[in-house]
């Protein structure tokens, strides 16, 4: 067969237009392929065509701990690779469950003041296959009350539910949720879908307030602590933990791949709603279990975390050392209480430039965050310090933003 026939079905045509008009946007996305040291975490390795690789700061990354290089959680992983093998050779119901997995899902539980824990492949897995099964549950009469920033992996399991209505709710706004409560009809079951640390304005919800909401209209409450997972309450539980409100939750979720810095995603719960996930989530039943290695290295993480609140006490020493490097040369940034520290750009282009210049000039990689992502107008550097940012390295990216920023 010709290529002109055997490409010639409508499909391809229409993705070179898609491009070109991705492209004339302005929201074509490149990757920035870089290599993270394991021995100099911030340090990336960029590498260009033949070029010698030049060192890059990275200041995007959600290992927000640098768990993710931690030697304990590296050799976790080797050994467990070396003894156990390099995958999981299958989904947990058909020989992929390894003693591991039971062992992590116990600890989470643990970690959250709940009875039960189930793993999935990834955090976003974990929420979009938990509400899409949650809210079609009991004949999919269900109202999901989401928050209007949640992240797009509950967006899509709530509307992967399809006989379940949505109601989104203004941001953290507990006055319009209740409003919005008090006028849906009595009889249908309500879930209350909300983050607690929001990742590009790194804002807090008030998790105790939105559950005695949800006490007063008998909702279900599920929070994503994807952001606040190692980083909040005296283990690392989360907002949820440092507010002392773990147990008003129902369902807490969130990653091992962000302030554990390994990888997977996980949900934890009373154990009727746990035994019911395992066995009516596709997303759970139907993939290949999470690996051994990566089993072990998050449980090493896990373990770490909650023992060594240094940890976060480093961590948070850090971020309020930026936030007043910054405030002292005068750039503008959002000062949250989270260890997200956004540089606002206020458009696109601007913000495409800023972010190229810092990488080619300053080396220094901290990807635009543009619109759909955030508001237009709202254009950024979402900016994330660890524990393993340098004075040193503070005062060059703070000198190049001021350079970037300010000269005019
Ligand atoms: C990153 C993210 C997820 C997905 O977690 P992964 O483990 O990266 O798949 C879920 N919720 C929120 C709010 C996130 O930012």
Not at 290 to 298: C, E, R, T
Not at 363 to 372: R, V
Request: net charge neutral; proline share 4%; with cysteine.
């Amino acid at each position: 067969m010709s290529d002109h026939l055997r490409f010639s079905h409508p499909f391809y045509a229409y993705c070179k237009e898609a491009l070109e008009d991705i492209e004339k946007q302005g929201r074509y996305r490149r990757f920035t392929p870089l290599s993270r040291q394991s021995s100099h975490y911030p340090v990336y390795d960029r590498k260009i065509n033949t070029q010698k690789e030049t060192p890059i700061v990275a200041w995007s990354a959600n290992d927000y701990l640098g768990m993710g290089i931690e030697p304990e959680v590296m050799n976790a992983a080797i050994t467990a690779i070396q003894k156990y093998g390099a995958g999981a050779g299958g989904t947990r119901n058909i020989a992929g469950t390894h003693p591991l997995h039971e062992e992590l899902e116990a600890e989470l539980a643990d970690l959250h003041e709940k009875e039960a824990g189930l793993l999935f492949v990834s955090g976003y897995v974990s929420n979009q296959a938990s509400l899409q099964t949650i809210l079609t549950s009991m004949s999919g009469n269900w109202i999901a009350f989401s928050d209007q920033q949640n992240h797009n992996s509950m967006i899509a399991g709530i509307k992967g539910a399809k006989s379940a209505d949505c109601v989104i709710f203004k941001h953290n706004d507990l006055q319009d949720l209740e409003n919005k409560l008090a006028a849906a009809p009595k009889d249908v079951a309500k879930l209350l879908v909300f983050e607690s640390v929001y990742s590009m304005d790194g804002d807090i919800a008030d998790i105790g307030a939105i559950c005695a909401l949800a006490r007063k209209y008998n909702a279900l409450t599920y929070l994503d602590e994807v952001h606040a997972v190692g980083l909040y309450g005296k283990e690392g539980g989360g907002v949820s933990q440092r507010d002392g409100v773990a147990d008003q939750v129902d369902i807490i979720e969130g990653t091992l791949a962000k302030g554990f810095g390994v990888h997977g995603g996980y949900i934890t719960a009373k154990r009727e709603i746990i035994e019911y996930l395992r066995l009516a989530a596709a997303g759970f039943i139907f993939t290949t279990s999470l690996p051994p290695s990566v089993v072990a290295a998050a449980l090493t993480s896990v373990r770490l975390v909650r023992l060594q609140n240094w940890r976060r006490e480093k961590l948070f020493e850090r971020i309020h050392t930026f936030q007043r490097k910054l405030k002292e040369a005068d750039i503008p940034f959002i000062e949250t209480e989270s260890q997200i520290v956004p540089v606002i750009i206020g458009n696109a282009e601007l913000c495409k430039e800023v972010s190229q210049c810092l990488l080619d000039k300053y080396h220094i990689y901290a990807p635009p965050i543009n619109y759909p992502t955030v508001p237009k107008g709202t254009e950024r550097l979402r900016l994330t310090p660890n524990p393993y940012h340098t004075d040193e390295m503070m005062d060059n990216m703070v000198k190049a933003l001021k350079t970037l920023l300010l000269k005019k």
